[in-house]
């Protein structure tokens, strides 16, 4: 069965139906009323950062959560196990910045023992990577995307407001070398800051094997006003680069990655092209969001979300809170609003993770 499009009616997605006998109704992964099969969670560990990106955090006014607020590593490992059983399988843990969590190599091998979780990634601006590497990979941690918006060590400075670019780079090499490969490196390119240097951070994927993900600046709480100036298209990217290497290779497409993926023709890296704003992919999205408090986020660009630590707090058990995760996943929007002029005004990217 196809739905359509609620609001085009012009994007059909394969509606799979669920087994109909109620045992098995019940251990059906999680799909949305639109039909999306929805088994992808990035876990926010913590709102806080070593970073003050400026396309992500204001330099004030921003309030951390108290520590008592956040999950504790046991409730949140319980919210994953139910998670799991809802049918989700990868697991990206996010932040502000997750390799600041408390405890985060037991907690990265206490959710890789959960049964059914497939494949655990992070988001990291990898700056204590150097010395996590190691004890990330042994606790089970699949790879890692390292977010780095330039070459040259004085603008990284300036947009991360304080990043060493040298401390990355160490990131980087500790985890390449521990095998979390490929190696996803991310930049959000920002108009008049660093889209001067999208040829050369493409040239990277001529050197090396690792995938190159460009993202169009989203506007979260915080940083809207920078979108609205420093938005650069994906199409815009793909031209200059093209101009400089010649046509681009699509490269194998996975439906449920956000990236349009291409290739320089002949380099042993990919390209990556992440236009939330200029050509969302809502009708593939296959990922629901989990902040470091514990609410379910249903879609990254709008506000709604489904609150499960006061379920757990409650004492529910495994049982309640995977019937509370389906509620969210069959509430999940069909897409944000941005086409239409509704921003998200709850949370900045840092309190959701991206
Ligand atoms: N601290 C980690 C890092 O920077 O990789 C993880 C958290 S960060 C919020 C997750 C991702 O969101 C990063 O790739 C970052 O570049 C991206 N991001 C932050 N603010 C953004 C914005 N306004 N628009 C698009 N991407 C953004
Ligand atoms: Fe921190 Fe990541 Fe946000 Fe930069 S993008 S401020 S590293 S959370």
Not at 86 to 94: M, Q, S
Request: net charge neutral; charged share 25%; glycine share 8%.
């Amino acid at each position: 069965m196809l739905l359509e499009h609620p609001m085009t009616g012009a994007v059909p997605i394969t509606f799979i139906e669920p087994r109909r006998h109620p045992m098995h109704a019940h251990k059906t992964p999680a799909h949305d009323s639109y039909g999306r099969r929805i088994d992808y969670l990035r876990v926010s560990l913590t709102d806080r950062c070593n970073m003050r990106c400026v396309y992500c955090m204001p330099t004030v006014g921003v309030q951390f959560l108290p520590r008592p607020e956040l999950l504790s590593n046991d409730e949140l490992i319980l919210v994953l196990r139910a998670a799991a059983a809802a049918g989700f399988r990868k697991i990206r843990l996010t932040g502000g910045e997750p390799t600041l969590r408390h405890e985060i190599v037991d907690l990265v091998r206490a959710i890789k023992a959960i049964p059914g979780i497939e494949h655990i990634a992070m988001t990291t601006n990898a700056l204590r990577l150097r010395h996590l590497a190691v004890p990330l990979k042994e606790a089970g941690l699949d790879r890692v995307n390292v977010s780095i918006d330039s070459l040259d060590p004085q603008k990284f400075r300036q947009m991360t407001r304080g990043g060493s670019l040298d401390d990355v780079w160490a990131g980087v090499r500790a985890a390449d070398e521990v095998g979390m490969r490929p190696i996803k490196l991310n930049a959000v390119v920002v108009r008049g800051m660093n889209d001067d240097e999208v040829v050369r951070l493409a040239a990277l994927t001529t050197q090396y094997p690792w995938e190159f993900r460009f993202i169009e600046v989203m506007p979260l709480t915080g940083v809207a006003g920078l979108a609205e100036e420093g938005v650069i298209s994906s199409a815009e990217l793909v031209a200059r680069i093209t101009a400089h290497f010649g046509p681009l290779e699509p490269y194998g497409q996975d439906p449920s990655d956000p990236a349009r993926r291409y290739r320089i023709p002949g380099a042993p890296g990919k390209l990556g092209f992440i236009s939330a704003v200029t050509d969302p992919f809502c009708a593939t999205c296959n990922r629901m969001r989990l902040t470091a408090e514990g609410r379910m986020h249903l879609c990254l660009l709008r506000d709604d979300e489904l609150d499960l630590r006061a379920a757990v707090r409650s004492g529910a058990g495994q049982d309640e809170i995977e019937q509370l995760i389906r509620n969210a996943v069959s509430l999940k929007p069909w897409g944000h609003g941005l086409p239409e002029g509704v921003l998200p005004t709850l949370r900045g990217m840092s309190q959701i993770g991206g």
